[in-house]
Every structure is written in C-alpha cells, then in structure tokens.
Nanobody, 129 residues
Framework: QVRLVESGGGSVQSGGSLRLSCVAS????????LGWFRRAPGKELQGVAV???????YYADSVKGRFTVSRDNNKSTLYLQMNSLEPEDTAMYYC???????????????????????WGQGTQVTVSS
C-alpha cells in the first residue's frame, strides 16, 4: 500500500535551516505529483510546495525564495530544503501525494489540500525567535 514517511524536522532558531525528507513506497514516485503541506497551531492545513512528476516546482508565496522542493526518483524520496526559517514557519509538515503526474491545471489547484490522495504522518518543525 502507499506509504509516505517524513523525517528531518526539529527545533531551530530564526534564520536557521532544516531539510525534510519523505520516503515513498507502494507506488511509482516518477508517475505522481508530490508535495509538502503544513498545519500551524490554530490554523488550517495549507500547501507549501509541490513537485510535478517531471520535477517542476510550485511554491506558496510565503516560502518563495526560502524553500526548495526537489525529488530523487531513484531513491523514491521527496525533499524540502528550508532556509531562513521564521517563527511563522512553525508547523507540522506533511508529505502528500496528489493523483496524476501534474499537481493541477491552474495555479489555484497546485497547492489545494482537497486534491491530496495520501498523507504521511508528519514531522514537527519549530522555529524560535
């Protein structure tokens, strides 16, 4: 069955960096859109960054220029490099699979939570000021 297992979360100070990893199994990673979503305390789940099957990325405005999503299909792994972290980035981060090779047909669909097919268990990121 499909499994998504995240790792790499932790506690850092503002301005620091973390790299999240998501190891996928149970499907061919090269055939699907994968992405990162997060839920901050008291807030709704939101899209952070997604990677289409061909590796094309799309980012939420709040993380553009600071976060980089990438994938290694040979290792069935999705990454999220997070630099210049801010306290506002504190959240549980989830790896997710969306159906199909594309993450959406329009920019409104790329980070849409409702389209996610499978979720990982999450990894906590805490940024202190």
């Amino acid at each position: 069955q499909v499994r998504l297992v995240e790792s790499g979360g932790g506690s850092v100070q503002s301005g620091g960096s973390l790299r999240l990893s998501c190891v996928a199994s149970g499907f061919s990673v090269s055939e699907y859109c994968l992405g990162w979503f997060r839920r901050a305390p008291g807030k709704e789940l939101q899209g952070v960054a997604v990677s289409s099957a061909d590796g094309s990325p799309y980012y939420a405005d709040s993380v553009k220029g600071r976060f980089t999503v990438s994938r290694d299909n040979n290792k069935s792994t999705l990454y999220l490099q997070m630099n210049s972290l801010e306290p506002e980035d504190t959240a549980m981060y989830y790896c997710a699979q969306k159906p199909g090779r594309l993450c959406g047909w329009t920019v409104f669909e790329y980070l849409r939570v409702q389209d996610v097919t499978y979720w990982g268990q999450g990894t906590q990121v805490t940024v202190s000021s």
